[in-house]
């Protein structure tokens, strides 16, 4: 069985230094907490690159290349006017309109991306459980670490590393 | 008001004057006003600008009621004060979201200070702005036909026209900024969830941070997705306000018909940006007594870019005049004559002097360094900014090619009413802004000061 148990250190370097002693001991470091984003945490946490960049790109350009393909069925096919004898498919001016809705477009799959690739909105977490969690937004850290074998062990690693405190998280 | 966090002369650090800000302190600082209230003062503000409300309310009313002609319009001069209100305000509501993007991009790390409001003054801006081709469309009743959609009479918008590019380029422009805005919001409205005594607020916060955590994926993904939306942010609104200088330069008028009018009125926005972003930071400083976050360094580095802009806006008139002049074309050096010896030559002389004269007090250290100085200097720099978009409509319309058609505008209470009206309105907005979330990035505040205790 599985125990999870959930450190809480003061400052954002211990922190930092903790993953890799969890790590030698034998243990997972499965998530870490802060109030800022602190670099290099992701990386050591191996959390994987998020595919939010690629889902901007795509939603962009296909709602520019959808906005286009309007402009020009609507001026060119549909309404077609001879306005001053410019040619129907004045394509350049056709790319201001897909322009700015496409990065609008962009912008707004990013942040169902975003809040897809983080599990977000979320009602409830069993982390808002942890006694003294509150504070993850404020000024205190806490690290997420799963054991297979003996939570005791785990805990000694943790309390090595400079938690002030660790408690265990129960999951439903 | 909250003194946790205690200036120091000498500044401490670079960007934070205290000496120590640690995660607990910056964040009582910015936050913990924000439950307890402002007291009399915000008050009295709100109180202040509530009639400007009702004023801005009571002038749309009668222009729908009564039409355009309340204004100071003709039929030579048709555009008048709320063209020159929209194209002032979308500069002011770019210059947030460029200021914010590029400053991020580049790594600027002081941004950590001023992004947040700087980003509301963007919405509030844009919003005003985007009322403003509308107030002025004579029957707004058909605003929503610049939209594409099915409709019996089997029209579509036309294309070819700068009125619907305005329409796309604004309204995505305003609902990127707001994305823009609250992606970067969410984790301090979870330090506010976390943080506020009252369930309402614990509610209310609660539901708009989403269930923040403040994990390392979550942190992860947000930098990823915040620092891609910069990179688009920055073409988006260089786009937008080219944009509006093609609104005048698409057209076939002597004035107005430059090549040079999308970057200088790019540059004009992040001009007019700044200087507000100027005055709403020592107002945001003062008021929630943010001495040690917003530091005299900020106040400098923005006063050298305002210095910088008024030098290109200096050149950017200089190229007008020179290509009127010998672009060899009756009408546009007529024009040129016109602006400066004119009906409204005064005005263009102070619109001279605000924009590139007076920001020239700025190459002293000690007046980018007092606050007296360059509080006026950037005030004056907004009025310059209002005079040239006006000047820009109203010199080409009153000097056009027929001059049996050459008339001047004479300015009406309600054209008043709709330059003066919109100030209070957008001062009121941000006073809700400030009251309701955190007007200073928390979570970027304490990585600088981490960043800065190490450096």
């Known amino acids: 069985m599985t125990a999870k148990l959930v450190a809480e250190f003061l400052d954002g370097e211990a922190l930092k230094a903790a993953p890799q002693r969890v790590h030698t001991a034998g243990h997972a470091a499965l998530e870490a907490f802060g109030p800022y984003p602190i670099e290099g945490l992701a990386e050591q946490l191996a959390q994987g690159r998020s595919a939010i960049r690629g889902v901007m790109l795509a939603g962009g350009l296909g709602t520019a290349a959808f906005a286009f393909a309007l402009l020009w069925y609507s001026a060119v096919i549909d309404y077609p006017i001879n306005s001053g004898g410019r040619p129907l498919n004045s394509w350049q001016v056709f790319l201001l309109v897909p322009f700015e809705v496409g990065v609008f477009a962009a912008a707004l799959a990013g942040v169902i991306a975003f809040l897809w690739s983080c599990r977000l909105p979320r009602l409830h977490d069993a982390m808002f459980e942890i006694p003294g969690f509150e504070r993850a937004t404020q000024d205190r850290y806490f690290l997420l670490a799963a054991s297979d074998g003996d939570p005791n062990e785990l805990r000694t690693v943790l309390r090595d590393a400079g938690a002030v405190a660790v408690t265990e998280l129960r999951t439903p | ?455």
Not at chain 2, 160 to 168: C, E, G, Q, Y
Not at chain 2, 222 to 246: D, E, N, Y
Not at chain 2, 249 to 263: D, K, N, R, T, V
Not at chain 2, 340 to 352: D, I, M, Q, R, V
Request: glycine letters at 6%; one cysteine or more.
């Open chain 2, 1 to 455: 008001m909250s003194e946790v966090l205690v200036p120091q002369h000498p500044p401490a650090h670079r960007w934070i004057s205290a000496a120590r800000a640690g995660d607990a302190t910056v964040t009582q600082a910015v936050a913990d006003p924000l439950f307890t209230g402002f007291g009399k003062i915000w008050w009295l503000a709100l109180l202040i600008t509530l009639p400007f409300v009702l004023w801005l309310f009571v002038a749309i009313a009668w222009l729908f009621y009564q039409g355009i002609g309340i204004w100071g319009i003709n039929s030579t001069v048709v555009w008048g004060v709320a063209i020159a209100n929209y194209v002032w305000w979308i500069g002011i509501g770019n210059a947030g979201t460029l200021i914010s993007a590029m400053l991020l991009l580049t790594r600027q790390r002081w941004r950590a200070s001023i992004n947040r409001f700087a980003e509301a003054m963007t919405l509030f801006a844009v919003a005003i702005a985007g009322l403003m081709p509308i107030v002025h469309l004579g029957r707004p009743i058909y605003a929503y036909w610049l939209a594409p959609y099915p409709n019996t009479m089997a029209l579509w918008p036309q294309w070819r026209s700068a009125l619907v590019w305005d329409f796309w380029a604004i309204l995505s422009y305003l609902l990127f900024s707001l994305l823009f805005w609250y992606v970067s919001l969410i984790p301090d409205l979870a330090t506010m969830r976390d943080r506020t005594p009252h369930r309402a607020g614990q509610l209310l916060y609660g539901a708009f941070a989403m269930g923040w955590r403040g994990s390392s994926r979550e942190w992860s993904r947000l930098q990823t997705l915040h620092t891609t939306m910069a990179a688009l942010g920055v073409p988006l609104v260089c786009s937008v306000h080219s944009i509006v200088g093609l609104d005048f330069a698409a057209s076939l008028m002597a004035g107005w018909q430059e090549s040079i009018f999308p970057p200088y009125f790019v540059v004009g926005a992040m001009y007019s940006g700044f200087a507000m972003v100027v005055v709403l930071a020592a107002a945001i400083r003062w008021g929630l007594s943010l001495q040690a976050i917003i530091t005299h360094r900020h106040f400098e580095v923005m006063a050298r870019i305002l210095l910088m802009a008024s030098i290109v806006m200096f050149y950017s008139y200089a190229t007008e005049w020179f290509m009127g002049w010998y672009g060899g074309e009756h009408a546009d050096r007529e024009v040129v004559r016109f602006e400066f010896t004119g009906t409204y030559a005064p005005l263009y002389w102070a619109l001279l002097a605000c924009n590139c004269l007076i920001p020239q007090l700025l190459w002293w250290p000690f007046a980018r360094r007092s606050l007296f100085i360059l509080i006026p200097v950037a005030i004056a720099i907004n009025i310059g900014m209002w005079l040239e978009r006006i000047l820009i409509v109203w010199n080409t319309l009153s000097h056009g090619y027929m001059p049996s058609l050459w008339r001047a505008f004479h300015f009406t209470f309600w054209d008043w009413s709709f330059l003066v009206a919109p100030l209070g309105f957008f001062a009121f907005l941000f006073l809700v802004f400030v009251r309701l979330v955190p007007s200073i990035s928390m979570f970027d505040v304490r990585e600088l000061a981490h960043q800065e205790a190490a450096a």
